[in-house]
């Protein structure tokens, strides 16, 4: 149980002498540091250098007895405190990222008129274009698709799968082809709409956001090619909104 304990200590950023000093001091209550040292066995001066981790990441407390010098484990719920500072970090470091990245745009030799093409492929390309796909400023999402196209190729759920956060994103409207009849999606962020088989041969897919275009192709492999371009955006969404109005 102690192992155990220890160990998902670790997971969330304690390290291994971490853990063990905590958890030793958690079991004891107001112990000098040889206490601890002994419980954890862990030498008593990785012991001190462990206590005062601990301290700064506001899981110990000390006071004075005497002469001697007292060590207390937080209570259990301060744990929270270690994610609130990795959450801090977290988005500390995607405010840098979003910075550098409009300094890139800026000194980019693309521009607007000049399409920005990416092929992806495979799942691994899908998990980089779903992310791209999730950095676009635009609610709004539009899809041509075939079911058994989609369904055939990819798995229901595979690591890294962005979908349920893509779906609750955008607003989606679907225009696809299926043999099984009707397919619903939530209902409140999906209108779709099915089209005949017989009279539209939906052989891939295609879907539009905001500035984003990708053309997917369930062949032999999955191929992937995403293009970041307005002009293309605007001019294939008239398109898949006529047809949609058609349906």
């Not at 990785?46 to 004075?64: A, C, D, H, N, V």
């Not at 609750?168 to 409140?188: D, H, M, Q, V």
């Amino acid at each position: 149980m102690r192992e155990d304990l220890a160990k998902e200590l670790e997971k969330i950023g304690l390290s291994e002498n971490e853990a063990k000093v905590y958890l030793s001091g958690l079991e004891l209550g107001p112990s000098t540091a040889q206490m601890i040292a002994a419980k954890a066995t862990v030498s008593r001066p990785t012991t001190y250098i462990m206590i005062e981790s601990l301290i700064k990441r506001g899981l110990m407390s000390s006071f004075q007895k005497g002469k001697k010098r007292y060590f207390l484990s937080s209570a259990p719920h301060q744990i929270l405190y270690i994610i609130a500072v990795q959450q801090q970090a977290l988005n500390e470091q995607e405010k840098r990222v979003k910075n550098i990245i409009e300094v890139l745009e800026k000194v980019s030799p693309h521009t607007d008129s000049e399409p920005n093409i990416t092929v992806y492929e495979g799942i691994d390309g899908l998990k980089a274009f779903q992310n791209d796909l999730l950095a676009s400023d635009s609610d709004e999402l539009f899809e041509l698709t075939s079911i058994e196209k989609v369904r055939k190729f990819l798995p229901p759920k595979f690591s890294g799968d962005a979908r349920e956060r893509i779906a609750s994103k955008f607003k989606i409207k679907s225009l696809y082809t299926s043999a099984e009849g009707p397919i619903r999606g939530p209902a409140e962020v999906t209108e779709s709409r099915k089209l005949d088989s017989d009279r539209y041969d939906v052989a891939g897919e295609v879907v539009i956001s905001g500035d984003r275009v990708a053309l997917i192709s369930y062949g032999k492999k999955m191929v992937n090619i995403s293009i970041k371009n307005s002009d293309i955006a605007r001019t294939l969404k008239t398109l898949f909104l006529a047809l949609w109005r058609e349906k």
